[in-house]
């Protein structure tokens, strides 16, 4: 069964520090993986994709992820948070279903960023 | 205007009422889909329209009733509506159905049942 799995339901770091926000897939192919972000009262965006291109994928914002298949995993990073980062992100996996590809969505990630 | 549009922002309806909700896309896509969102849940997708005709219907009650009546728009009309379909809920619009998996989603209509 395909299924995302977001480790940590709410991340806090410092403004300047580090994020990593963590994300686990589990998939009999190789699958199509996406981060999505909602920043408060807002819809979500695209962040950033990954399909079977390169395996480290840089998005929009200074945010990268980096698609790790013998660890199952699709984390993502910035090197320093900013205040504005402060939001929800979701980590999403396109799931064959039917014959056609649909996405699955992970429970999300609240990420807080403390001046 | 660009992007995708949802009315109202807010609705506050009783359990009796109807009331419908709508999604507008400027984007000259061709597949629409509403999404549910409640609080520690993942999202769960509900409808997908794909050149006005549905294409998935993901065992949603028949309380909700979507319409797709040309690509750019999309409804979803709510009748007898219970306290736990209190949510937000997202509008959707890609270029082809799932397309390359960017979704572009709407601001969201967040409904309060009481």
């Known amino acids: 069964a395909q299924s995302v799995t977001q480790l940590d339901s709410h991340v806090s770091v410092s403004e300047g520090t580090p994020v990593l926000l963590r994300c686990n897939y589990s998939s009999s192919y190789s699958p199509s993986l996406f981060w999505y972000v909602q920043h408060p009262n807002k819809g979500l965006q695209l962040l950033l994709k990954y399909t079977s291109a390169a395996t480290l994928v840089k998005g929009i914002n200074g945010f990268e992820a980096e698609f790790k298949k013998s660890e199952t995993s699709f984390h993502l990073t910035k090197p320093s948070a900013h205040m504005s980062d402060a939001a929800e992100y979701f980590c999403?996996?396109?799931?064959?279903?039917?014959?056609?590809?649909?996405?699955?969505f992970g429970k999300g990630t609240k990420l807080t960023v403390n001046p | 205007e660009t992007g995708v549009t949802q009315t109202p922002r807010h609705l506050v309806m009783g359990m009796t009422n109807k009331k419908s909700l709508k999604c507008e896309q400027h984007l000259g896509h061709n597949a629409m889909y509403w999404y549910k969102q409640s609080a520690k849940k993942p999202l769960e997708l509900m409808f997908v329209?794909?050149?006005?005709?549905q294409t998935e219907n993901n065992s949603v009650p028949s309380r909700f009733s979507p319409e797709c009546p040309n690509s750019s728009h999309l409804f979803l009309h709510l009748h007898t509506l219970q306290p736990e379909d209190s949510a937000l809920y997202l509008c959707?619009?890609?270029?082809?159905?799932w397309g390359t998996g960017e979704l572009f989603f709407g601001e969201g209509s967040r409904l309060t049942v009481l």
């Open positions: 999403v996996v396109s799931l064959l279903q039917g014959g056609s590809e649909k996405l699955v």
């Open positions: 329209y794909n050149f006005k005709e």
């Open positions: 959707a619009s890609s270029d082809q159905e």
